[in-house]
């Protein structure tokens, strides 16, 4: 039992408010992982997979009208609604728990109310923070038991006077018009209920790790970021990390768990995973920055992954995992599209409907067998690529910061920024076409700064000031890149191979954080010659080449009319500094055309 006294009366209090049929602590222990697999196997969560070909790992369905993070219906309850920004849904503090707390209020009867404690990050590490979530969803308990480290450790962690964010999850109906997900930053709470989707229900993962870290890092003097790191090694045995932000479903986890291509083999390069997701950044003692992945799993869309795509994720999955909204064979086996192996013969799809390959609908549109954002759960401790300093309680030193999104003409393959200031401009004006882990249009472009506009807890505008900042207290600051592996030809076909091949953009990134690497000098930033990248094996024509680094004026100068339009949504509140590089760049490129 916990010897927090705070922890102990909300806890309390929950009870009385939920009304469960019992209340369980998550101490976990394998015993309670066990117990825990059974009961939910019994009640018919889960699925146990086949043991011989998925070991330990079971099978999840959700509800139809319940697979992607519901942005829409997701609030930051602060008092004041510019606090939140155009970037977010306001919700009044009051309101939010009056509306929540009616959804709430015996919405646990029948149920088990799991409290489970847990740590995001290491426990006891100065990066961590600590989180207790009550819930009545099994399936999230075991989910958090894989993402976060939880149990009796993080109770003594956390002692008889620490402080916690305080994460409350129901299910209550699963009613799409019952479903609020909230945010409220000044209490250090979150409230999410009608919802079992992992975005919107597993709390230490964007809600706790994003959307309220972001606004206790600003206060603290840090940074929460959506973002990978990634390790480098190269023949000598050195290392260096990256970060980078991407959003979901654009092949962050992709990179996070790169191979080396046959083509850079002989260079001896070794990959290190540190995080696939989310990474937390402080100045460290020696004047850089330093970034720690807080989980402890990934959860990652399965669609895709592939062994050609992802070969490490594939790995990682192979034992101890939950997977969600995929294909279920009649022997107990899992698929998806773009995938491994044939399609099985006798299945049923994510909705739960029997299935096989070439169904389609009335209309004569095929019928996918696993929903476009289904998911795997898996330790990260099982991925081969896992650096062994994923859990060193101080982090990682980052060399170089990377964004980027999903255009099609516009960025070239990598840009390098002038300086810092300017690395926040590319970071802020990010934009990518959606995805299907997004509500909305797939295709559709947004605006993303920094892959963070469904996870910034506060203003962007006050977010994008907080990066400046950050930018002037760092004695020694990482270089700034944005990247675009989606660039296409005329004919539609992408002109870059992605997956592995990246690393060959990462080489020059890292070539030129050391002072090195062939680059020319644009109006948009420091770009790689046509002769910069180590192309070998790839037999790229030296125009296609020419082609992924262009600069093309006129897309933009279209381009800066997008930014405009999109600074100009914070109207005061954007720092002139935003402004003065947006003049600048526009300068840049007049200044080019008279040339």
């Known amino acids: 039992m916990a010897k927090n006294l705070e922890l102990q009366a909300w806890v309390s209090e929950l009870a009385k408010f939920g009304q469960p049929d019992r209340v369980v602590w998550i101490d976990g222990s394998q015993e309670e992982k066990e117990r825990l697999e059974a009961e939910a196997v019994s009640s018919k969560e889960l699925t146990r997979l086949n043991p011989q070909e998925h070991p330990g790992s079971f099978y ?65 590490s100065p990066f961590s923070k600590i989180g207790v979530q009550i819930t009545d969803s099994i399936y999230v308990a075991l989910n958090m038991r894989i993402m976060t480290r939880v149990g009796t450790k993080v109770l003594e962690q956390l002692g008889a006077n620490g402080k916690f964010t305080k994460c409350l999850h129901g299910k209550a109906d699963l009613n799409v018009n019952r479903r609020l997900i909230l945010h409220f930053p000044d209490d250090n709470a979150i409230w999410s209920v009608g919802s079992g989707y992992g975005g919107n229900a597993l709390l230490g993962k964007k809600c706790l790790s ?190 170089a910061i990377i964004f980027g999104g999903r255009r099609e003409r516009v960025a070239p393959l990598v840009i390098e920024s002038l300086d810092w200031n300017h690395g926040v401009y ?68 992408f002109l870059w191979p992605g997956f592995g091949d990246n690393l060959r953009v990462l080489e020059w990134i890292l070539a030129r954080t050391g002072g090195q690497g062939k680059a020319r000098k644009t109006p948009i930033g420091y770009v790689p010659t046509a002769d910069a990248l180590d192309i070998s094996g790839l037999n790229m024509p030296t125009e296609t080449m020419q082609k992924l680094v262009e600069v093309r004026r006129e897309d933009w100068e279209t381009e800066l009319e997008g930014h405009k339009t999109y600074f100009d949504t914070f109207g005061q509140r954007l ?19 008279a040339a």
Request: aromatic share 10%; glycine share 10%.
């Open 60 to 124: 999840h369905r959700s509800d139809p009208n319940d697979v992607a993070r519901s942005e829409h219906l997701t609030y930051i309850c602060c008092k004041r609604k510019e606090d939140a920004g155009p970037n977010n849904n306001w919700m009044a503090p009051e309101e939010g728990y009056r509306k929540a707390g009616e959804i709430f209020s015996g919405s646990m009867k029948g149920r088990a109310m799991y409290v489970i404690p847990f740590s995001m990050g290491v426990i006891g």
């Open 210 to 399: 994003l959307r309220i870290a972001s606004f206790l890092a600003r206060q603290e003097g840090w940074l929460a970021e959506h973002m990978l790191i990634l390790g480098i090694e190269d023949k000598k045995g050195k290392v260096e990390y990256v970060t980078a932000a991407f959003p979901s479903a654009c092949g962050k986890t992709n990179l996070a768990m790169l191979i080396p291509p046959e083509g850079l083999k002989a260079k001896g390069y070794k990959i290190w995973t540190v995080g696939d997701d989310i990474a937390w950044l402080r100045i460290g003692p020696d004047g850089r920055l330093w970034a720690m992945n807080p989980e402890a799993g990934f959860f990652g869309v399965a669609p895709g992954t592939n062994s050609k795509s992802n070969p490490n994720a594939l790995a990682t999955i192979k034992k101890n995992s939950i997977f969600t909204n995929v294909v279920l064979s009649d022997d107990g086996k899992v698929w998806w599209e773009d995938g491994e192996g044939p399609a099985p013969e006798k299945a049923t799809d994510w909705r739960g409907k029997p299935w096989k390959p070439g169904l389609k609908d009335a209309q004569g549109k095929p019928v996918l067998g696993a929903h476009p954002n289904g998911r795997f759960t898996a330790p990260a401790s099982q991925c081969p690529s896992i650096s062994p300093h994923w859990e060193d309680p101080q982090g990682v030193p980052i060399s």
């Open 426 to 493: 590319l970071g802020a004006t990010v934009a990518s076409e959606r995805t299907a882990a997004q509500d909305g249009k797939i295709g559709e472009l947004r605006r993303d700064p920094m892959a963070m506009l469904p996870f910034c807890g506060y203003n962007m505008a006050d977010y994008f000031r907080h990066w400046l900042e950050m930018g002037k207290r760092i004695p020694k600051p990482p270089k700034i890149f944005h990247v675009n592996w989606f660039r296409k030809d005329g004919k539609g076909k």
């Open 575 to 593: 720092s002139p500094e935003m402004w003065k590089q947006h003049h600048a760049l526009k300068d840049r490129l007049k200044s080019a055309v």
